[in-house]
C-alpha cells in the first residue's frame, strides 16, 4: 500500500478483546450522540478514471481520518466501518448511512478495534478489540524485523447491540481471536485465530458456540468471507516455502508477528472441505469478496507495481486456475481496497487514498458498478 497506508495495515486487520466485568453496559452512553463534522459531511460525486470501465458513477462518503474496512448491513441501508477520524490514536467502531450521515462511534473508545460485522437483523453487531486489556493503543509491532503485522494475543471477538451497548464476548482465548465476518445465510461467523497455535481459521455459531477448525496448514490464514450463498470462503493465506521461510516463519510466529509481503487467496466449501489456491502471482493479494454471480472475487493487490507500493482493485475468476491474470478494476496512483459488493451487483463499496486532503488520509467510496 503506498506510503503511510502500507504502515497502518496492521491495525486494520487485528481484531476484537472483551470488556472486563466492571465494565459499563452501555458505552454508547461515554460518547456524544451527534455526528462528528468529518462523519456529517454529505456524499460527494466524483469522477471515475477512464480506465475504470466498471464504474458508470462513483461517489465518496467520508472525509478525514483513516476509515477503512466498510461493510454492509443486512438490509444494506447501512455501513460499519473502522475509523481513526477526530484524533483517535487507533481504530475505534462506526456505522453511517450509505450517503455518510447519521454517523455514530458504537465501540468504547478504549482499545484497538477492528474487523466489524452486522449480524443477520442489523439490531446486533459483532467486531474485535483489545479494550480488555488496556484503555490505550498497545504497543505497535517491532520494525526493527521489518514490515510485520503484529497478531495481538489481546484481540477478542464481541457482540454489541448496533448502538453500541451490551458488550458481550463472543469469542475468546490466550491466543488472537478477530477478522470475524458473517456468512449471508445468519448461521455462522469465519474468524482467525491462534488458540492453537498458528493463525488458522475457525467457524462458529452466531452465538460462539460450536466452534470448528477449518484449515491446518502451516502459516497464516485469515481475512475470509463467504460467498452470498454462504456454500463458499475465500480467504488470504501465507504458507512458507522451504526450510529457511518455516524457521523464519516459526521465529516471527513465537512473537506473535506474521511478515505479509506474499499473501495468496484460497478458496474452500464453508465446512472447510475442498480447499484449493485461486492466486499464484507471488504479490500481496488481499481483501477479497465475492461477486454475486458466485464465479468471480474482487480483491486488492499489489501485482501491478513492479515496486509493489500502490495496491488497486483486481478481479477473477475462481476456477480459472492459478495462471490466469486477474482483471485490473481500479488505477488511481493511491491505495485503492476492501472492497464489497450489494447483493444485486450494482453497487461496490470501497476505501481508497484518492481524493484526500491530507497524507494518509483513507475514506469509503460507494461505485456504481457496470459489468
Known sequence: MPSRFALALAPLLLACHAPSPDSPDSPAEQRPSDATPAAASRAVEREPLPEEVHFASLRQITFGGENAEAYLSFAEDRLIFQSTRDGLGCDQIFTMSLDGSNTQMVSSGKGRTTC?????????????????????????????KGYVWKLYDEFDIYVANADGSDVRVLAASPGYDAEATVSPRGDAIVFTSTRDGDPELYLMAPDGSNVRRLTNSPGYDGGAFFNFDGSKIIWRANRPQGADEQAKYEELRTEGLVRPTRLELMVMNADGSDQRQVTSNGAANFGPFWHPDGERVIFASNVADPQGRNFDLHMIHVAAGTDAAPEQITFDADFDGFPMFTRDGKQLVFASNRHNENDGDTNVFVAQWQD
Open 116 to 144: 466489524a460485522y452486522f449480524l443477520p437483523g442489523d439490531q446486533r453487531i459483532i467486531y474485535a478489540s483489545t479494550h480488555a486489556a488496556a484503555d490505550d493503543c498497545l504497543p505497535p509491532p517491532d520494525r526493527s
